[in-house]
C-alpha cells in the first residue's frame, strides 16, 4: 500500500534551518509529483510547494519562495524540503503528498510537525 | 494575490442535503481549476474526497459529489451523517504548478 513517511519536525530558532524528509513506499516514487502541503496549528492548509516526477520542475508558494528549497532522491525513494531563515509564521504540521496525476492529490503523509520558536 | 474562498461554517440536520462551495476572489472557478476537496478530523491527515471537479477518490461513498455551479466548485454532501461532521477544503490549481486551498469549512451534522 501506498506509504508516505515524513521526519525531521521538531523546535528551531528564527532564522534557522531544517531538512525535512518523506520517505515513500508502496509505489513506483520516480513516476509522480510530490507536494509539500502545511498547517499551523488550529489554521487551514495551506499548499507550499511542488516537485515533478523526475525533479525537473519546482514551483513554490509566494510565502516560502527563496527560503525553502523542495528535492528528491528518486534512488532511495525519498522527498527532501529544505527549510532557511524560518519564521514563526512557519510553525506548522508539514506534510508530503503524491500527485496521483490527472491533478489528484490523492496520498497523505501522517505530518511532522515544525515549531520556530526562541 | 489570489484568494480562494469557502464557508467558514455550516450545519446540517442528519439525513440532509448541504453543499459547500469554493470560489476566487476575483474570476470564475472552472474545470481548469481541477477543484479537489478534503475531508479532515481533528488530529488527522486529511482524506481526499473528489479531484478534477467530480471523480470520487477510491473507497469514497457516491453521497459525495462534485461539480461546478455557478462561478464556484461545489462539494454536495446528501444523506449527512453523524461522521461527516469535519472540516473541509478545497484546492484549486491556478496554473504553472501552484495550488492554492481555501480557507476550509467547518461542517456541523445536527
Known amino acids: 500500500q501506498v506509504q508516505l513517511v515524513e521526519s525531521g519536525g521538531g523546535v528551531v530558532q528564527p532564522g534557522g534551518s531544517l531538512r525535512l524528509s518523506c520517505a515513500a513506499s508502496g509505489f513506483t516514487f520516480s513516476r509522480h509529483g510530490i507536494h509539500w502541503v502545511r498547517q499551523a496549528p488550529g489554521k487551514g492548509l495551506e499548499w507550499a510547494a511542488l516537485?515533478?516526477?523526475?525533479?525537473?520542475?519546482?514551483y513554490y508558494a509566494d510565502s516560502v519562495r527563496g527560503r525553502f528549497a523542495i528535492s528528491r532522491d528518486n534512488s532511495r525513494n525519498t522527498l527532501y524540503l529544505q527549510m532557511n531563515s524560518l519564521r514563526p509564521e512557519d510553525t506548522a504540521v508539514y506534510y508530503c503528498?503524491?500527485?496521483?496525476?490527472?491533478?489528484?492529490?490523492?496520498?497523505w503523509g501522517q505530518g511532522t510537525l515544525v515549531t520556530v520558536s526562541s | 494575490q489570489t484568494v480562494v474562498t469557502q464557508e467558514p461554517s455550516f450545519s446540517v440536520s442528519p439525513g440532509g442535503t448541504v453543499t459547500l462551495t469554493c470560489g476566487l476572489s476575483?474570476?470564475?472557478?472552472?474545470?481548469?481549476?481541477?477543484p479537489s476537496w478534503f475531508q479532515q478530523t481533528p488530529g488527522q491527515a486529511p482524506r481526499t474526497l473528489i479531484y478534477?471537479?467530480?471523480t470520487r477518490s477510491s473507497g469514497v461513498p457516491d453521497r459525495f459529489s462534485g461539480s461546478i455551479l455557478g462561478s464556484k466548485a461545489a462539494l454536495t454532501i446528501t444523506g449527512a451523517q453523524a461522521d461527516d461532521e469535519s472540516d473541509y477544503y478545497c484546492?484549486?490549481?491556478?496554473?504553472?504548478?501552484?495550488?492554492?486551498f481555501g480557507g476550509g469549512t467547518k461542517l456541523t451534522v445536527l
Open positions: 476575483s474570476g470564475s472557478v472552472s474545470t481548469s481549476n481541477y
Open positions: 516537485i515533478r516526477y523526475d525533479g525537473s520542475n519546482k
Open positions: 484546492v484549486l490549481f491556478m496554473g504553472s504548478g501552484i495550488w492554492v
Open positions: 503528498v503524491r500527485d496521483g496525476g490527472d491533478y489528484n492529490l490523492d496520498y
Open positions: 478534477s471537479t467530480n
